[in-house]
């Protein structure tokens, strides 16, 4: 029996049921959206793809090269910020509120500290020439990852938001289910940031062409 | 909810979170293990690096990140996600319109392949 099942939180009629298990109708909701978001990373990072492979020149001399042992320090943040999301979504399951908030707290800090790294590497990559709008690189580099960095900030809200509810007892009665709907949400958050990290950071720029 | 029930459903909540942390963590070693590949082969392509290896296929790392990034989005999604445990049109409704961009991007690398941009 699954754990939602266990807490008596389906709330379908059978033929809901036959499509989507003991989804709640949130989770439905939250899945849709996230695939309607996904489409939109799609299509930021074919657009940088396109790019990329017809220009002569992606490197202009004088730009600075992006620091994959950086984005390495915010992706290893980012995946453990994941993991701490799935420790407080069992909490949450198990009516216990003193972990939901301890691990809720870990992953929003993880979320901040992410938001706080992409600054610094935004300040220093503007001082050293890497500026939007001069250049195909240093604008797909900014509008890309600004637009993860805006599902971080929007996460970290909408944990907070959780977080404030969670402490006022609205998660003890065993309905987790606006905790589940968070946690696809951070997961989407990574998932895309594994894609971002790998086409922006880790494809060298200078390589064999 | 008698007491003996609710003891027996405690039970079986524990026990099954107790094996969504397992199965999470070794998830967890798993995706960082696959991010630790990653920059080791992007570093043998990325000159001043101590890894750098002029001679290393551009093609073979390129494939090799696109594979190694496909697995991590794959464990989040299955089982951070928690898409492995949803209904089959669930899964359907999420994989099949994922499929064209990622079947498109697929052409376009290899498009970009062919005319060896790196």
Redo the contacts between chains.
Sequence with gaps: MSAEAATGLSIHTSETQEYFGTSSTGKIGMWIFLLSDAFSFVGLLLGYGMLRSGAHVWHHPGEPELSVNFAALLTIVLVSSSMSMVMALTAAVERNRSQLLLFLGLTILGGVVFLAGQAYEYTHLIEEGLVFGRSAYASTFYVITSFHGLHVLTGVIYMLFIFVRGAGGKYDSGDYREVELVDLFWHFVDLVWVFVFTFIYLIPSHAGA | MTAVTREH??T???A??HA??KA??IT?SF??VL?VL??L???T???GSALYNAQMS?DA??WG??F??AS??FL??FF??NLK???K??KY??AL??AF?VL??LV??A??AW????
Excluded at chain 2, 115 to 118: D, E, G, K, P
């Design positions: 459903h405690d079986t909540v524990h099954e979170q969504t942390r999470s963590a967890f995706l960082v991010t990653e920059i082969l992007a570093m392509r990325i000159e551009g790392v390129f990140l696109v190694l990034a991590n989005a989040v999604l951070f996600m445990f949803e209904s049109t669930m409704m999420v319109p994922l961009p498109y991007a376009l690398i498009e970009a005319r060896r941009i790196w």
